[in-house]
T-cell receptor, first 121, second 110 residues
Framework: EVQLVESGGDLVQPGRSLRLSCAAS????????MHWVRQVPGKGLEWLGG????????AYADSVKGRFSISRDNAKNSVYLQVNSLTIEDTALYYC??????????????WGQGTLITVSS | QSALTQPASVSGSPGQSITISCSGT?????????VSWYQQYPHKAPKLIIY???KRPSGVSNRFSGSKSANAASLTISGLQTDDEADYYC??????????FGGGTTLTVL
């Protein structure tokens, strides 16, 4: 069974940074692209970025490019999201999701339960 | 990249069929065949129900089906059940290894 467990969310002040982690199990992690998606409470889904199986391809939504960074460690079956210069608008539930295959092009087929970032002064 | 356009809400009665549209542009739905649909219950993670326009993952009911027209994708749910009451999101590949979601549609089963 695919399991994705996000962690690292917290209550932080504007301008601070956080590193989110997603621990994967139940599938061959290094065969699949991984993605990050966020959801402001009560609002819709926003794709943030994706990383290919071997980290050769990393893509970001225009809204977060330059401020967010995705990486992965296949030896640890984990993917990470570094979020910098946080603003109140970044308050959201952050999900990691598994790609159907190694390319970020294909669909997101399994999701974790999310980790919450709350940005407040 | 712009979000795909979905109706904010749709409703139907048990046993009926409903269709949710997802409108895009030549930069997404028209060009690429990578449209997915997700079902999300309150306070739960999204679940993939349709991918590549019309394919169903293993375990998803055949009451869910997807289709494509000129510049839109559609999700049809037949034989509506109260369990189908949820939010539904479309998503499309938009090139350059990027994806975008629709704004979401709340389905109410009356």
């Amino acid at each position: 069974e695919v399991q994705l467990v996000e962690s690292g969310g917290d209550l932080v002040q504007p301008g601070r940074s956080l590193r989110l982690s997603c621990a994967a199990s139940g599938f061959s992690f290094d065969d699949h692209a991984m993605h990050w998606v966020r959801q402001v409470p009560g609002k819709g889904l926003e794709w943030l970025g994706g990383i290919s199986w071997n980290s050769d391809v990393i893509a970001y939504a225009d809204s977060v490019k330059g401020r967010f960074s995705i990486s992965r460690d296949n030896a640890k079956n984990s993917v990470y999201l570094q979020v910098n210069s946080l603003t109140i608008e970044d308050t959201a539930l952050y999900y990691c999701a598994k790609g159907e295959d190694g390319s970020p092009v294909t669909t997101l087929d399994s999701w974790g339960q999310g980790t919450l970032i709350t940005v407040s002064s | 990249q712009s979000a795909l356009t979905q109706p904010a809400s749709v409703s139907g009665s048990p046993g009926q069929s409903i269709t949710i549209s997802c409108s895009g542009t030549s930069s997404d739905i028209v060009t690429f065949n990578y449209v997915s649909w997700y079902q999300q219950y309150p306070h739960k993670a999204p679940k993939l129900i349709i991918y590549d326009f019309n394919k169903r993952p293993s375990g998803v009911s055949n009451r869910f089906s997807g289709s494509k027209s000129a510049n839109a994708a559609s999700l049809t749910i037949s034989g509506l059940q109260t369990d189908d009451e949820a939010d539904y999101y479309c998503s499309s590949y938009v090139g350059r290894n990027k994806r975008v979601f629709g704004g979401g549609t709340t389905l109410t089963v009356l």
